[in-house]
């Protein structure tokens, strides 16, 4: 159980780079290296919305948005997947225990 991180290219209105930390007990950081800003999610307060080429990254807290990031379609969808692989392995352990 380890945790990943990539950096991904922001597009859209957002230019600039993220570096983005997939937590397996069900956290995802992101830092926005321009400005060193830091947004933080539990995965279940995640929400993929594809629009054409890019893939809007959205941190909802029950109505309210906390965060967004715009990613490519292909970034995205590997987030997506790190993320699917961290909770596959999460709980994995917790029947393991």
Known sequence: MLV???NFTLCG???GNAR???IPTGKLEVIITED???CEAEFSQLWFNKA???????CREEEQICWQLDLTNKDA??????IESAQEDFE???RAL
Do not use: A, Y
Not at 52 to 58: C, E, P, S, Y
């Open 4 to 6: 990943e991180q990539r």
């Open 13 to 15: 209105n957002q230019q």
């Open 20 to 22: 983005i930390k997939v």
């Open 36 to 38: 060193d800003s830091l």
């Open 52 to 58: 054409g080429v890019k893939t809007l990254v959205v």
């Open 77 to 82: 969808k590997e987030l997506e997947s790190l």
């Open 92 to 94: 994995i352990l917790m």
